[in-house]
């Protein structure tokens, strides 16, 4: 049990470090690093509601 508590940070740290190295080889780069990042496009979320019409 001791060993399992000294080791497995270890091989946690190893798999976090490995996924990282494998997202950076399968994501897309960006183009220009320099160039400013784009806006998000507003989505539903994002958008202030539509009010209902008033009066009858």
């Known amino acids: 049990m001791a060993v399992l508590a000294v080791l497995l940070p270890f091989v946690l740290l190893g798999m976090v470090l490995a996924l990282g190295r494998y997202e950076?080889?399968?994501l897309p780069a960006d183009r220009d690093p320099d160039?400013?990042?784009a806006a998000p496009r507003p989505t539903a979320r994002?958008?202030?509601p539509?009010?209902?019409p008033l009066g009858s």
């Open 46 to 48: 994002h958008r202030r």
């Open 50 to 52: 539509r009010r209902a």
């Open 35 to 37: 160039a400013a990042p």
């Open 24 to 26: 950076e080889k399968v």
